[in-house]
């Protein structure tokens, strides 16, 4: 018999606490692997990932960095340089932005354009933020919404298959439209690692281990990166 049937009540065990500085740790050792990370919450997952994503630069990391919020803030990475005694330069040299404005130029850019920025800068690290922003358009049509989202999401999918370190930031949406709050569990289901900022705190609330799309002594696959 359950517990539950016993009149046993069963307590959700609580997802276990990410520190700050475990997190960019752990971005650091998922970027050897590859694999598709999602960090969502409040506004300020696009300052944490930010700071995350500076000491990857720190590390000598190049970084495409999709910018669909207008939330990139390069004094945010001055001052992680300033910390660690770099020059505010170095870093900013190694991060490539691109702004985004609507879900067209959104598609356009993750299934045309991507995979020849990641091989031009030799990076391994791509930073989607604020993918689902423009999707929630209420002046684009929810099946159009819905298209741009599963075929940008495959590629992101295949990319991070392909070794790349695809981090996903998603902020909590201006208005909530029930017809597109799936987006956020549908990436959910199709990453390999969430993490939820709450109250200030990052939680992991779910973590699978990468699988062998590429070899983990050798190199990694790069067929991805053709169009």
């Not at 000491?55 to 495409?64: I, K, N, Y």
Request: overall charge neutral; proline content about 4%.
């Amino acid at each position: 018999r359950s517990l539950d049937a016993l009149g046993i009540a069963m307590k959700r065990v609580p997802p276990p606490r990410l520190f700050f500085s475990q997190f960019t740790l752990s971005l650091d050792r998922w970027r050897a692997q590859g694999g598709l990370v999602l960090l969502y919450g409040g506004h300020a997952v696009l300052a944490y990932s930010l700071r995350a994503v500076a000491s990857l630069l720190a590390s000598g990391q190049h970084v495409v960095f999709i910018d669909s919020v207008n939330a990139f803030n390069p004094f945010l990475i001055a001052e992680v340089a300033t910390r660690l005694n770099r020059p505010p330069e170095e870093l900013l040299d190694r991060i490539h932005v691109s702004r985004i404005f609507t879900v067209h130029q959104l598609e356009a850019l993750i299934t045309e354009r991507l995979s020849d920025a990641l091989t031009t800068y030799a990076s391994w690290v791509l930073v989607a933020s604020g993918l689902l922003d423009n999707l929630y358009d209420e002046d684009v049509e929810l099946l159009e919404a819905w298209r741009v989202f599963r075929k940008a999401t495959a590629h992101l999918r295949a990319l991070a298959d392909a070794g790349v370190l695809v981090l996903v930031v998603c902020p909590a949406p201006a208005v909530s439209l029930r017809d597109r709050d799936g987006m956020l569990d549908a990436l959910i289901a199709e990453a390999d690692k969430v993490i939820k900022l709450e109250a200030s705190a990052l939680y992991l609330e779910k973590s699978i281990r990468a699988t062998d799309a590429f070899s983990r002594s050798g190199t990694r696959a790069r067929s991805i990166r053709t169009r």
